[in-house]
């Protein structure tokens, strides 16, 4: 199995029960969810405030419907340069914490018999020169994510029911409801959630939630400069993605687990797990 990154850490601090302030933001969302016909997801870390704001920002007549969208997200490694503006993008869109990464990048240098796998600073600043002790037959790139997977094995660890599958397939985690116990970390077989040293809760990929609900793209996505990275609805008919998905050799990180990731690749070497 290639090496994750090794800044996906889990800090082992716990929350607490709920308190008052923590109560009256819980029924304030539930207050926001009857606004928006129940489409709004408060992302991990969010208040009651944001999902105020989601609200309002809403067009009026527009409103969100989850039974309408079915989301995959696929990837050509093939198209990857390594540049790092995709980790980048996130950092900023997400406020994630220095250090952890909700998409990153692994470069793979591979010989006859050997493999050398890096991602230094999540390849949020590129990639400079490397030396291996072998001779190289080819190097690219490959990005991770979460794969939001229909068989999520870190929804069904979740003890409190933080983590959660949506009904257009988007995996998201309840920050009101998380108690940071980690465990659904451990159990992501892609190494792509953590434990925010600010929030103390789970916090992973969320194909940017917030925008998609409102006809964005993830903003890696949005600023991917040779479209390797591509988000798509399978309840399209003419989606690209669709099409890609259903006539392409698309392939899945770690089939053999038997999670069905939403995310999918194409033109993925053999080296890459």
Not at 33 to 46: F, H, I, K, N
Not at 150 to 173: E, I, L
Request: glycine share 8%; proline share 6%; aromatic share 8%.
């Amino acid at each position: 199995m290639a090496p994750r990154p090794t800044s996906l850490q889990v800090i082992p601090e716990q929350r607490t029960g709920a308190t008052a302030p923590e109560c009256g933001r819980r029924q304030f969302l539930a207050d926001a969810l009857r606004l928006s016909g129940g489409a709004l997801v408060l992302l991990a870390g969010g208040s009651a405030a944001d999902a105020l704001a989601a609200v309002a920002e809403k067009p009026r007549g527009e409103a969100y419907s989850w039974d309408e969208h079915l989301y995959a997200y696929l990837i050509d490694t093939s198209k990857c340069i390594g540049c790092g503006s995709c980790v980048r993008a996130c950092e900023a869109e997400n406020k994630v914490p220095d250090g952890f990464y909700r998409t990153w990048i692994e470069r793979y240098v591979i010989g006859m018999d050997q493999t050398h796998v890096d991602s230094p600073n999540g390849g949020k600043d590129g990639f400079g020169p490397v030396q291996v002790g072998f001779t190289a037959t080819k190097s690219f790139f490959v990005p991770k994510m979460c794969n939001h997977c229909r068989a999520t094995p870190c929804v069904q660890v979740c003890p409190v029911g933080a983590s959660y599958r949506t009904k257009d397939g988007v995996v998201m985690v309840d920050g009101e409801r998380c108690i940071g116990c980690a465990y659904c970390v451990q159990a992501c077989p892609f190494g792509s959630r953590f434990i925010s040293p600010v929030t103390h809760t789970a916090e992973k990929c969320t194909w940017c939630y917030h925008r998609i609900t409102k006809g964005l793209r993830p903003a890696c996505v949005e600023v991917c400069p040779t479209g390797a990275r591509q988000f798509g609805d399978l309840k399209r008919e003419d989606d690209p993605v669709r099409r890609a998905i259903a006539q392409d050799r698309v392939e899945v990180l770690q089939a053999h687990l038997l999670t069905e990731p939403q995310c999918y690749y194409l033109h993925l070497d053999k080296e890459v797990r």
